[in-house]
């Protein structure tokens, strides 16, 4: 089976393209898969596969749960998409965290957009944010002092069914350092979903503009909050690192 490696800021991917007539894999073999010393090693999986003309994802964190949505995911898609010669852009893309347009111009201008209504609402002393997938967005003054252990005790109370958990210092009215935890995966060094999730908090609630760069381990990402017609654009880089033989 070929499947391709990619990246968004360090949030890695195995990439399997269901159009050439693949299944869905089975739980055992995203484990194995995802285990970084044994197998491909990965974040999440993303397959890509077709249904009467139209496109549609699925994400598997490495644990093998399925994620709603993966935005660093979409952008490694588009990249993925341009590369293989698509041509049609912008292209409209499926799945259970809606639909979602991505367009492409070059490796390092990536635009993914997320459809859709956005729910916010105060969860202890942090904001849940739901982008099609749930987040739990909290304010941090230090960010190099992180509990994670403790975070997501906390969190459990909150979302008995896991979180992705953002936590972020303001340093402008445009701009966001942020540090994230992925359910199913652990700390990683970037999350596209989990960077709308904090810019439309920052946006809506803290008062910042609608065009927010965020700052993540890996890297930064534009995120623009487009509240009036209930839609968020993440733009920034994606890589292809590899394409790979692998038996299912």
Known sequence: ????????????FMLVDGRDGVAVPTV????????????????????????????????????????????????????????????????????????????????????ATLQGKVKVENKGDGVAVDVGNPHWVKKHADLNQVDWAKLSKQAASYFPEGVNIELMTQLSDAAMRIRINERGVGETQACGSGACAAAWAGHVLYGMTERIEVEMPGGALTIVCDVNRDRISLIGPARHVYQGDIKS
């Open 28 to 111: 055992e073999s995203i484990k194995k898969w995802a285990d970084r010393r044994t197998g491909v090693g990965f974040d999440q999986l993303i397959y890509l596969h077709q249904s009467g003309g139209q496109l549609h994802y699925r994400f598997f964190n490495a644990d093998a749960t399925e994620a709603e949505q993966c935005g660093n995911g979409q952008r490694a898609l588009a990249l993925y998409l341009f590369r293989s010669g698509w041509n049609s852009w912008p292209v409209s893309v499926h799945g259970l965290g809606g639909e979602v347009t991505l367009n492409c111009e070059n490796e390092d201008e990536i635009e």
């Open 1 to 12: 089976m070929i499947f391709h490696k990619l990246h968004g800021l360090g949030n890695d």
